[in-house]
């Protein structure tokens, strides 16, 4: 059984077409995508971006999917819920992302909960730069 068919036998929602081509835009995604990328992606398709969004949310809400903002963008991003945790470099300028591997704060975050009795339930680290393409555009 492919893993379309386990998230939706999971999350107890229906499998429909619309859900399952949403879905395969994300599981090829290297990197969190908003709504609307995957909209042009599914053209073909005769999605309606409103269709994607509806598709997204419940995604989000039956944990088949994560939603995030990142850096001071107000566009929402998504990415499937591979149970990962990840950070990202985003640049400035083209606003590409890059997932980081590996976690430099799971020390710090396990310190920071013995000393403040915190049960810490999640965090997130972005770091924002210029990536190499956009350098080479400025001749840095």
């Known amino acids: 059984m492919g893993s379309f068919q386990q998230a939706m036998q999971r999350s107890g929602l229906k499998r429909t077409k619309q859900r399952e081509c949403v879905y395969n835009v994300l599981e090829k995604a290297d990197v969190p995508i908003n709504a609307e990328q995957i909209y042009k992606e599914l053209l073909s398709e005769s999605i309606n971006l409103s269709t994607v969004y509806r598709i997204l949310e419940s995604f989000v809400e039956k944990d088949i ?30 606003h590409s992302i890059v997932a980081i591997s590996g976690c430099p704060l799971e020390q ?9 009795h915190y049960q810490i339930l999640e965090h997130k680290l972005e770091i924002t730069g210029i990536c190499p393409r956009c350098q080479a555009k400025h001749g840095k």
Do not use: F, M, P, W
Request: net charge negative.
């Open 108 to 116: 710090y975050v396990e310190d920071l909960s013995k000393t403040t």
């Open 65 to 94: 999917a994560i939603k995030a903002t990142l850096g001071q963008s107000v566009t929402a991003i998504y990415e499937l819920n591979r149970q990962e945790h990840k950070h990202h470099l985003i640049c400035a300028e083209c």
